[in-house]
């Protein structure tokens, strides 16, 4: 009788906050929720059919079918980072033993490769910024200390090759690394000044050639690839007015990247975090309604046919948005919010998704109570 | 005595000055613009001219009739000669002027404290008029001494008290005595520098700040610099530089900019002299001179920052703008009379650690672009020695014992210090010299592989230790150690310096960083859960500051992206400000990464998102921001 009671207020509460909702046309999105602490999980898959996350004891666990399987065992307090890709077919697992106990921007992680839902890990080497390209073909990984991305074939481990930065300005420079073909890459750098310049690197030929150069130092590219274009942001940097840029270049280049089309600009600066790999002429990133040195931030979809922005949240403090799985997710506050995304909540046993006002508390109130009862 | 009636004569004859000046210049005027006219300062060169011409002829017929003693009392209508005032008027500055002007005392003050100057600057005389016994008006001179001695004894007695009080022996305690006001606004500084034209000690004092700037007998500046601290000397710059302009006297100090302030020392040097050493490439301290040139262009060159001030120091790239630099700076508490370089070193947390601890126990920090990782891990080295807790130092350099054939490590601190026997060029030599036979007095000098030449005659003999400064950093480093060319391979570097920031464990809470500071320093701290409580805690204790541990992608996401589900990048980071503008608190801060003196702004949600995702994967759940004080 209680639980009904409980149930008929949660369900008033939602049809309370729905109408709100519609009366204010605000967006709420709801939070990412699961039986078990998110803060435990690396890797949701779209469909819910498999999980990675890991516990505190340092172990990376697989979940699937109520069945789960310990991939890594380590020790206390290391940290996994699970990154996969558009392609599904990989997934690339980062390992950090001493998060707590050795604060480093450029650490360098134990790199693991692994089938996308799989659970036997091939260890590929220690690095930072791992990320796969090409149909998952091929991952690369940057080491901050000797400035080089390496190229490894996720086939065969003895393909590799690798690519050494310039940037001799900034030691926390995170190249920016796109793979467009078996044969291109267009990276990141920093030039003598400080300025970041987009360079075309030929596998055939080995050599790296200058595309683009930002004609000052404050000022970030972020690249991306979406339906064969290559998608670059210029955003200013600390407060600088130089605001946000976002062009489209079609493939191959040829040349320089002179005749590239804007398809979004702001007097502003953005946050950024292009999202690019979600659907055909669609980005996504974290847009900046405030001021230049005064952050109202949140998450938007540009069309690059229309140049259309869609607004896609309303929370003004989002920091972090990222695409899991075909999922994007926000973080606001130390919570995960889904922005976007066609999972599946039903058919999710670890999911829940309810508005954030409150919600989850409540919800975790009844399953305690179930629980005992 | 008719010295009231020689002050009107003064100022009279300061308006005919004008007039003429103004006369000559408008005649010029009726003149055709071909013919080659005399200007206005010409007009006044030549004014001079005549004035010094008459002067001269003047002073050697009043040396014609100089007497050996005179005595002011016995002669009748004394008043100083009228050349002679004419002379001061045309020669002193027009500042000291108008004190001058202010009251006869004030006249006599400024013309004992030689603020008012004749023809001659340096006469030691003073020329005065009387009338003598056929009723005629006659000129003589005495001895500037002699006639201040006698004026004084007739009028303007208080001033020979301020004699007294402002000589050698007693000018420290009276300068002390004095209050030099910094006005908050401009009303309160247009009345302070009326206060300064009403104070009788002011002639004093600007002829002491004359002194320190013109004088050649360097024994006498060095005694007054030595003994007026350097803010009230800047201030008495301003003062009697600015004594007729009370403008300009304002416009020092209700400058918002931290780089006036600095130069005004009302903030202390150091927030500008590194940062500009920098950016002059500079090896050695700047003089006064270069840091105003540097200090005028930072407050006028916004970009001038952006990309220069850490050349030498590495750190996060590019920097804030001068404008939001100097906003941050005016705002920032945290002691950084030192210049680190958190490029080159590998841990985060040990950039804060050092940062926190020479806050609150500053000690004197070598800044050279060689020593500055050593310096950094030397504060975290000595924080778990002091305390013995040798494994919160578990760096050493191991060796194979001739004694026994067995390995033996030793603690080490990376860097030189010729102060400290376990810095590790150190600890090598001694090594070599109780193992290997070395000389007892062998030198290690550390050094770049790719500097390191064999062939070279100063790499031929003696100890070297390698190490590679483009692929490593002070620790994760492979370090070779070369004596007399032949490489010593059984001496081996090991350990990393891996300690617990907040605890993450109950069992080692006392050596988590946070408790051991609190025991080694004498510090306390409280954790900080809101924006009103940082604004609280900042405010009330003068000397504490607000560190904690975040996410970097939530701290800066504009220039560090999450790309996965719970990734995090821990950044310790240092809360030591916080400042309004357009109605939001902005805090003052430092994160490890960044350029020591090049505090940014940061927002509570920024703050806020970082903490809250880092505490989401702490062992302990712990909420890892703080106040500390001491």
Redesign the interface.
Known sequence: MALGNKALIIFLMVVGISFNQKANSKIILPELLAKQ????????SQDGKFTYYQK?SGSLLYSSNYKVFEMIKAS??T?Y???GSSSRKKIIVMQNE??????????REKIYLVDFGGTTLREIGKGANA?LHQDDTWMSYYDY??KTITFESTANSASRFSIKLNNR??????PQVVMSDQNTIFYSD?GE??SVGLLQYQRTTGKSELVFKAKT??V?A?ICLNNNQLIMSL?G????KEGTSISKISLPITKDISNREIVYTSPI?????LICNTSNNIITF?KNYG?S???I?DVVELNLLTKEVKLLSEM??I??V?N?DGTI?A??????FIVKGNLDFKNIDSLKSLPPAGFGEAIKKIDEELNDE | MKLKTLLLFWQNLFCKIFLLLCLIGSTNKAYSQTQTSPGIIESFERLLEVHNDRYTKNKVAIAANSKPTINLTELKNVKLDPKYVQSLVMHSDERFLKYAQKDECKFLSSLENSLLKSTDPRLDYVLIQYQNKQNQQESTSILKDDFFEQIYKLKCINNKEFSVIFTELNFKKTIEGIKFSIPKNKSECLVIHNEWLDNPYTPYLCKIQQIIKRSPLKKQVEFYREKIPLVQRIYLDNLCNSLSNPELFCSSYLKEDVWSKILNSEMPEYKMSYKCQQMYNKKETLSNLQLRNCGSKLATDKAFCETRGSQDYPSNFPFQNCENLSRSLVKSKLVTNYHDCPGNIDNEGLTNIHRIINHFSPRNIITSPANCAGETNYTLAKLNLGVNFEEGWPLKVCYLSRVDNKEKCETYIPGSRPDEPLSEDRMIARILYQNKGAPSKTNCKIVDKKDYNPLRSEYKSGCFILNSAENCSAIFCEKKVIWDTKEQADIKFIGVPIFDYFPTTYKNERYAFTNLINEVHKTQDRMIRNLTDIKYFLNTHPNGIVHGVGCIEDLIPEQFQRIAINQCRPMPFIIDGHSLKNDETWLVGRIAIDDIHTPRTLTWPNVFNAVSAYQELHPLNTWTLYGIRK
């Open positions: 602490a998110v803060a435990n999980i690396r890797f949701l505190s206390s307090g940290q980072t699970v990154i001493n998060f707590h106990t050795f604060y480093s921007l450029r650490s990320q200390y000797s300005i900034n030691p926390y420079f995170t920093l000044n400080g130092p404050m970030r972020e955003i940097l600390n407060s600088s600066n953005d946050v950024g975090q974290i001021e040195d005064q952050f931030t003004r403090t920091t972090s990222m899991m997710l973080i606001d506050k130390g919570k995960y």
